[in-house]
């Protein structure tokens, strides 16, 4: 299997030759039109994605889109379209549930994918249909970019001059609140399709994944989307709870099986590129090793040998990984369920306008589904709660399924208490709610696919042009109610690198904005601790390549931290030497443990105000890697201290400076909530 897995990929030339001959289209394209846009903004990171989006998808085949969605409406009498900026699956799944909603109103709605849209000039036409009504659910990706699907919204909301008066709109927007630019893109569409004219049906709703954004959609849907809908449109809900299925299973038309291919059938043993999210490369794992020496945590270093893949980094950029469920979870949930792990199954949608024509690749085996596709460990929903209370037969669970699914302060208390505070999955779900015999279909159907997971790349290609490192710390825990409970991807990373005979890992490359200055004279500021390191070390890397080719080097001056000198320092060895050979100028720890009074970098870095101050006069750069909900929000806010103080300004000229730093790419940020 793994050999066959492993199966060198050869392109021919017909095969070259048509490749070739997309990706010139799709970068002649892009030129054209980047000349004809140049006052849109499409940054360059926004070309890498699409291009990559295009190429994968000229080698995947595709149902044929039905790019005018008002004809569509028009023919189907569905009067509610529901587009969804999605990249991780939230917002696609919170749109479909919108979208079915919708017969309870006496309404018909579907959700749809932006990327599927060829002309939104069309929008305009939407007045012609009665009680119409577009919604758009809008995830914000990296610095308040558009998702990868969305970005021709985000283009067309850019350039048009469109007039939309007379289209019906709602925004939701999701984000984290921890970050700069918190509900970016929501926002912005938000703002534009009132400038068009159109009409803003209710307030924007605002998702915060540092909180809870299922409740923030729940209470927005319920409380403010639904009530506007009513009101506009003079309609009601009948109160009645369907459970509205948007899929059926069907019988396997077809004898390929997929077994955990992303799209592309048995691409994990016919390899060929490019390489992407849909289309990932099996890396051979050269290297594990742990970087810590106590034994409550455990510090990961790998090493992934892509040199037969084409595929090319920089420093600062993520390599993705596919990750598997594990093996044991999988046949909990199988046996909870009482199917055939191995049973063949296809879930086909009962729209047959609808270009999604299956939730993840089918036929497959229901193993494969939840081993491969579906998210079998994080919490279930309060929506997935309320439709397995129909499949309840002991009335308390029922009841409790039910009060877990509503507003009620008693049912949010009861949710936050069995779900959150106790970390359940679904597979824990049911196994403390034995009553509960949910069809295995319909589960494969409510819970959300298995996503891809980021890791900073902590090596340079300079030195290192095919091997990607990765440095991650395990997850492993214990709730409260003495579960124990694994990181999906980085126990599957642990665990293929300890396998006899399965030592590759499902990845492709992530372009990343986190870039040193062009000028390598321009001196720098990194702050990391712990595996916020990971992108330094590349960056080191990449300054000692400049070293040897005496290149001018700007100073470098790194603020590292972690727990205890003597167990966490990860790549000390390597350090030192930087610090030693000169590639490292100014070197400051935090040890948080390693005296009475817990230190951090934020506290390093107030302590070197003036030699900070001193590099930020010559212009260096900042880059913070790392927790974003603490640390660097405690470093943002010394940075301006700093830049009040050293720089005698006001509140406001410290936080503009601060701001004009942002804005040139002189203070970037690679961090995680």
Known sequence: MDDEMRAAFTVGKTEFFVLSALAGFAIAYFVMRRRNTANV????????????????????????????????????????????????GTAEDFAGRLAKQAIKFGMKGFASDPEDVNDWDVLTEMKEIEKSLAVFVLATYGEGEPTDNAISLNDWLKETDADLSGLNFCVFALGNRTYEHFNAMGKFADTYFEKLGATRLCQLGMGDDDQNIEDDFVQWQDNVFWPAVCDHFKVESDGVFRSVRQYELSPPTSEKVFSGEPARFQSYHNQRPPFEAKNPYLAPIVTER??????????????????????????????AILPSNQPEEVEKLINFLRVDGDEVFS?????????????????TTYRAAFMYYLDITSHPTTHVCRELAEYAEDETEKANLISMSSNTPEGKSLYLEFIKRDDRSIVALLESMTSVRVAADH???????????YY??????????????????LVNYETP???????????????????????????????????????????????????????FRGFLQEKQFQMEQEKPRGDVMLFYGCRRKEEDFIYRDEVEAWVESGVITHLFTAFSRDQ???????????????????????????????????????????????????GSLTEDQAAQYLKNMSNKGRYSQDVWS
Not at 443 to 453: A, D, G, I, T
Not at 515 to 522: A, F, G, I, T, Y
Not at 529 to 534: E, K, L, N, R, Y
């Open 347 to 363: 879930l086909n949608n009962v729209d047959p306008d609808d270009n999604k024509v299956h939730p993840f690749p089918c036929p």
């Open 290 to 319: 742990k970087l810590n020496s106590n034994a409550d945590r455990y510090i990961m270093h790998l090493e992934l040998d892509i040199g037969d893949s084409k595929m090319r980094y920089d420093a600062g950029d993520h390599v």
């Open 443 to 453: 589960l494969c159907e409510l819970l959300p696919r298995l996503q891809v997971r």
């Open 596 to 646: 009475e009074s817990k230190v951090y970098v934020q506290h390093r870095l107030a302590e070197n105000a003036s030699l900070v101050w001193d590099y930020l006069s010559r212009g260096a750069h900042v880059y913070v890697c790392g927790d974003a909900k603490n640390m660097a929000r405690d470093v943002n806010d010394c940075f301006h201290r700093i830049i009040k103080e050293q």
């Open 456 to 473: 900073s790349i902590s090596s340079s290609a300079k030195l290192l042009p095919k091997h990607v490192h990765i440095t991650a710390a």
């Open 481 to 535: 109610w003495k579960r124990q409970v694994k990181g999906v991807c980085t126990q599957f990373m642990l665990d293929k690198a300890g396998s006899d005979d399965s030592k590759y890992l499902p990845c492709y490359i992530r372009k990343s904005q986190f870039r040193l200055p062009m000028k390598s004279s321009v001196p720098i500021i990194l702050i990391g601790p712990g595996t916020g390191f990971a992108p």
């Open 41 to 88: 903004g499409l940054s360059q990171q926004d070309l890498d994605r699409l291009l990559q989006r295009r190429q994968i998808q000229g080698a995947i085949p595709k149902k044929q889109t039905d790019a005018n969605f008002v004809e569509k409406m028009k023919r189907t009498g569905k009067n509610i379209v529901v587009f969804y900026g999605s990249q991780t």
